[in-house]
């Protein structure tokens, strides 16, 4: 009878014990959730930005070649210009 009675015990602690753990994973696992998702956002704002400067960087490049190059440079810049917009029209069209 008192195996029996210390095997309970024993049960009894171990399940308190898995039980605790459980808990402590399963908070811990919520805060790694919460920790992910504003990383995530943070990605994604700074993906943003990036696009948004690499925009802004085009711009300045092609406003420097406008105004410190050759006009032959000029007119190939301005052609390529031309040439994409005019994809993007026929991409609309479609």
Do not use: P, W
Not at 9 to 25: A, D, Q
Not at 26 to 39: D, F, R, V, Y
Not at 53 to 74: E, P, R, W
Request: overall charge neutral; glycine content about 2%.
């Amino acid at each position: 009878m008192s195996n029996t009675l210390e095997a309970i015990h024993s049960l009894e602690v171990k399940l308190k014990t898995l039980l605790f753990n459980y808990e402590f994973l399963k908070k811990e696992n919520e805060i790694l959730l919460q920790s992910s998702t504003g990383l995530q956002h943070k990605i994604l704002e700074q993906q943003q930005l990036l696009a948004d400067q690499k925009v802004a960087y085009d711009s300045l490049k092609i406003a420097k070649t406008i105004d410190g190059s050759s006009t032959k440079d000029t007119k190939l810049k301005i052609n390529t210009l031309i040439r994409e917009i005019d994809k993007c029209i026929i991409q609309l069209q479609e």
